[in-house]
């Protein structure tokens, strides 16, 4: 009996078989799982570019934060600003209320009782005359000259004296007048008064040459600055009915209480309870200013008197 020949095989139809369906599983299994695979792959992207929008986004927002205070305090400052101005109207509203109501008053009282006949050094005209110099025009009788005597008008004292001088001749009998000569220096105001006190004068030809010798002996004294507050108080004390203020119209602010001219002529107003005629004469280079023919103006008009310029 012949035997068989058996020959040995590395893979065996059934291994191969096995391989197959293993590599078959395996490619089955990556065609199912690469969606998710890509997915990740995208999910991983689209998270960094997440985090990128992040920090934008958290960048704007601090900036926008920043802005936002910055708008806050700007605001609060105009509600600051908006409350000082409401407070600074009020004032005005309340010191005009008081300068109408004090209008109103004066407006209110009866008019003077005609002063009782006094002897005169001179005849008294027997029909009513008025005083008037230049531009000026009253028909008051007492009549005080206000020289305003700071070191800007030292170079022209001799407009000064001259215009007083011309004032004082325009005069008539009858009439009543007086000199103040008003300064601001270091150690505080300083005033030249004619006559000595706080009366006034007759016009006569006596008084006239006094006046005359006084305003001579005022040369070489203009020096310093002025405080026309201080110098209408004293004013108002001296019983005139009619005040002439003679100056080149540049008040100091540092001696005026650091009013501006309107706030000065305002309370300069104020302080006239009696209704005294404030006229104003501007002397010197008053052109150069603007402010001072305004304030001089201003004066005058607020105080039911007349505004004269004198230049050189």
């Known amino acids: 009996m012949r ?22 599983a395996f490619i089955v299994i ?40 910055s708008l806050l305090e700007a605001l609060k400052a105009a509600q600051s600003r908006q ?19 004090q209008k109103q008053a004066r407006n209110d009282q009866p008019p003077p009782p005609p002063p009782e006949p006094e002897e005169m050094e001179d005849e008294i005209p027997s029909k ?14 007492r009549i005080l000259f206000l020289v305003d005597m700071n070191k800007f008008l030292s170079e022209h004292e001799s407009l000064v004296r001259d215009t007083v001088l011309r004032a004082i001749d325009s005069l008539q009998p009858g009439y009543q007048f007086g000199i103040l ?6 150690s505080g105001p300083r005033y030249f008064r004619w006559p000595e006190g706080d009366g006034l004068a007759r016009v006569s030809s006596s008084s006239r040459s006094k006046a005359i010798r006084f305003l001579n002996g005022l040369a070489g004294e203009f020096r310093g600055s002025s405080s026309l507050l201080d110098a209408f108080d004293q004013s108002f004390d001296i019983p005139a009915d009619a005040v ?38 501007t002397l010197g280079d008053y052109f150069k200013y603007q402010g001072t023919v305004e304030f001089m103006e201003a004066l005058a008009r607020a105080n039911s008197g007349s505004f004269l310029a004198l230049a050189k």
Do not use: C, W
């Not at 695979?37 to 960048?59: M, N, P």
């Not at 409350?83 to 109501?101: C, G, N, Y």
């Not at 003679?246 to 300069?268: A, C, H, K, Q, T």
């Open 30 to 69: 990556s065609i199912i799982l690469m969606p998710d695979y890509q997915k990740e792959v995208r999910s991983q992207g689209d998270l960094e570019f997440l985090e990128q929008l992040r920090g934008k986004t958290q960048a704007e927002l601090n900036e926008t934060e920043l802005g936002r205070e």
């Open 128 to 141: 009513e005359v008025s005083f008037r110099f230049l531009g000026l025009k009253t028909k008051k009788t």
């Open 3 to 24: 035997s068989r020949n058996r020959g040995f095989e590395v893979f065996s139809l059934s291994a191969i078989d096995l391989f197959a369906s293993a590599m078959g």
């Open 83 to 101: 409350r000082e101005l409401e407070s600074q109207e009020d004032v005005i509203s309340s010191e005009l209320q008081s300068l109408l109501a």
């Open 181 to 186: 000569g008003f300064q601001q220096l270091d």
């Open 244 to 281: 002439i203020l003679i100056s080149d119209g540049l008040p100091n602010p540092e001696f005026n209480e650091n009013l501006s001219p309107s706030r000065l002529v305002r309370n300069i107003t104020l302080a006239n309870t009696r209704n005294r005629e404030i006229h104003t004469v």
